[in-house]
């Protein structure tokens, strides 16, 4: 619903306008569902701006009708989630603006460097591997795509973990190879049988093999605010 919501925002009021001076985003996806309110907005706009990169609008936490009109302008979109993927999509094709994937955690510049590249023309678009889950792996996140695969990318990079990812199902299949999809109880409890630890939302713990590591990451879209105190900021700037 919220991917349809924000597309439809851009189409009926992004307005075709001239990009800005200096290198611009608009940022997509930061809904309190999958972000909650513990800062992490606030504190990726100060990230961007850190790296000197403007924002001209969210779809999301902190935006406005007004930002939205302006969108056009911007020199690449930043997608957080996966319900910004339909807007990215269309303001790619209809303002040939391109578009970057993924969350930045404790301050890493690299989407800062990839949506640098972007309005270069580069072609990479994720700030995380799209590659298949593997057998080698042996700790799982549970979370929404765009939200764990960054968290996967950089457990490898910092501390050469290996993860997989379980995810809700995406309304157009865009993660179907590079997540396992959550269908079922059942399916989700079978392939966490093997995991050595879990990163997950609290409310997953009773299907979880009782001699794994558990390491609660609450996602307030399954949970509610249940665990919203306990939700962490990963940007930490």
Known sequence: ????????????????????????????????????????????NEYLKINGIEVIANLGMGGNLDDVKRSASAHVNLVVSSC????????????????????????????????????RGSQIFAGFAMGANTDDADTYIIHEPVYALSLRE??????????????????????????????????TRELLKNAVRIIADPMYKPICPKNAEFIPLAHEAFSGRIYRNDIPNLLDI
């Open 1 to 44: 619903g919220a991917g349809i919501a924000f597309k439809e925002l851009v189409i009926r009021f992004a307005e075709e306008t001239a990009r800005t001076k200096n290198i611009s985003v608009n940022i997509l996806g930061t809904t309190p569902l999958d972000f909650s309110i513990n800062g992490y907005a606030e504190d990726l």
């Open 154 to 187: 950089y457990l490898q990079k910092q501390y050469e973990i290996c993860a997989n990812v379980i995810s809700p199902p995406d309304a157009d299949g865009f993660f179907k190879n590079s997540v396992y999809t959550m269908d079922s109880e059942n399916k």
């Open 84 to 119: 910004g993927i339909p807007a990215a999509k269309w303001m790619k094709e209809k303002f040939d603006i391109p578009y970057v994937m993924g969350i930045p955690i404790k301050g890493s510049r690299r989407i800062a460097d990839l949506i640098k590249d972007a309005d």
